[in-house]
């Protein structure tokens, strides 16, 4: 992690249910890390007001949207794929074993095949794909 204010809050949140290199996988403007705090709050990340400002200018600081290279999904990582597309664990597994079963993509759209993939996710993050 880079150093900066807020680095100590967001490490501190951002462990406490999953690992930290999944929080760091996802680039996302503030707006967009604004939104998975606001997720995670609701899930029960129990966090002050000051320590979630200080994760959500840390993140948009040192993990900016604009410097997300786009996702290949033929060789994305399950937690790659769980960032990129707000997938659960359970759908990005299903990702990888179908991939591993059918072979590689030959679309973005048959990323939607997949069992519990959301259509409309891959839709709105179509841009940020690749094969």
Same mark, same amino acid.
């Given at each position: 992690?880079?150093?900066?204010?807020?680095?100590?809050?967001?490490?501190?949140?951002?462990?406490?249910?999953? !690992?930290? &290199?999944? $929080?760091? /996988? #996802? +680039?996302?403007?503030? %707006?967009?890390?604004?939104?998975?705090?606001?997720?995670?709050?609701?899930?029960?990340?129990?966090?002050?007001?000051?320590?979630?400002?200080?994760?959500?200018?840390?993140?948009?600081?040192?993990?900016?949207?604009?410097?997300?290279?786009?996702?290949?999904?033929?060789?994305?990582?399950?937690? !790659?794929? &769980?960032? $990129?597309? /707000? #997938? +659960?664990?359970?759908? %990005?597994?299903?990702?990888?074993?179908?991939?591993?079963?059918?072979?590689?993509?030959?679309?973005?759209?048959?990323?939607?095949?997949?069992?519990?993939?959301?259509?409309?996710?891959?839709?709105?993050?179509?841009?940020?794909?690749?094969?």
């Amino acid at each position: 992690m880079p150093d900066g204010p807020g680095k100590a809050e967001t490490a501190k949140l951002c462990s406490t249910c999953h !690992e930290i &290199e999944r $929080a760091f /996988s #996802l +680039r996302q403007d503030r %707006a967009g890390w604004q939104t998975v705090v606001d997720k995670m709050v609701q899930f029960g990340m129990a966090a002050t007001d000051d320590q979630i400002r200080l994760t959500i200018d840390y993140l948009s600081t040192h993990f900016p949207a604009d410097e997300e290279p786009k996702l290949n999904i033929n060789k994305a990582s399950a937690i !790659e794929l &769980e960032s $990129a597309l /707000s #997938l +659960r664990r359970s759908v %990005a597994a299903a990702v990888i074993e179908y991939r591993n079963k059918n072979g590689a993509f030959k679309s973005i759209d048959d990323l939607k095949k997949v069992p519990g993939v959301d259509a409309a996710k891959v839709d709105a993050k179509r841009d940020r794909l690749s094969l």
